[in-house]
């Protein structure tokens, strides 16, 4: 089934609906080649990887971007344990499977990162090798998820906590989707995030809302008219399928105890925006890379860049990608690298 072409498909790009064993997946394809599977974060959509699927497609890959369950024109199961992360791995597979495809390199950026590593590591037989963007790879550890973040924060709640209760979040976005999204957006942009010291958008005030620290500003990135996209989207789905995610981290945590700090090894990539506060909260797990990602290929921090680096440096990241991809067919590949 074709779905009505947005604005912003790259010229020559296809939308398509495809089954998959908890409903349908919408996404978007260009090119030929071997197939690089992209996969989206909170709270986004394909459109996120608009600038990368004809990079990739110019350099002779099948680039897919697809929208995760729960967003977009992808079902959304009403059953808050439909997201844990083994359903997302197995939609992963269904939508490589539906293209004809036997094996993917997957791509995953945000939230889509943690389900682009998770899909490496119980389905190697699949997915080849694993680009991880802004967010690191991080094994299943000793404490509960929700325990640990309960200890983050003092009198403030960490923000994944404050996701957790069904229906709490959504009352506070879904009253102005659009100007939430705004704000969450540019909190997290290079060139718009609130300068440090001004008190943290990852935790949220005793009796306040995680939006009472947005800024107001425009990140460059971001146009009128794709605010309007992504909102208009939002405001039909809402933004429970989303949420429902952070609310399957325990279920994940209980689901993966038989590959409890395990490695990813495939060859892999991380790449961030060197503003991105991921990567000072999550610093461990980036140390950590020789153990968990003993196949990474490079790492690099991306000057400038926030959380939002696919579409803040779009060109610094194809780049990196195709780089990165063609080194996937060297037999001998160069020694690990990293750069800023």
Known sequence: MQQAVSPFTPAGAQHRMVDVPGGR?????????????????????????RHQLPALAAAGYRAVAIDVRGYGRSSAPEAVEAYRIGAHVEDN???VRALGEETAVIVGHDWGSTIAANSALLRPDVFSAVGLLGVPYAPRGAMRPTDAFAMIGGDEEFYVSHFQEPGRAEAEIEQDVRGWLAGFYATLAGDTMPASGEGSVFFVPKGGRLSDRFVKDRPSFLTDQQLDLCAAEFERTGLTGALNRYRNM???????????????????LFVAGELDASITWLADAIEAFPGTLPGLVSSHLVEGS????QQERPDEVNRLLTTWLRSLDDPTPPAPTRTR
Do not use: N
Request: charged share 20%; no cysteine.
């Open 25 to 49: 997946i919408h996404l978007v394809e260009q090119g030929a080649g071997p197939l690089v599977l992209l996969v989206h974060g909170f709270p986004e959509l394909w459109h996120s990887w």
């Open 93 to 95: 597979v269904a939508v």
């Open 250 to 268: 325990d279920r994940d945590w209980e689901d993966l105890a038989e590959w409890d700090g395990a490695p990813v090894t495939q060859p892999s």
């Open 306 to 309: 926030g959380h939002w680096v």
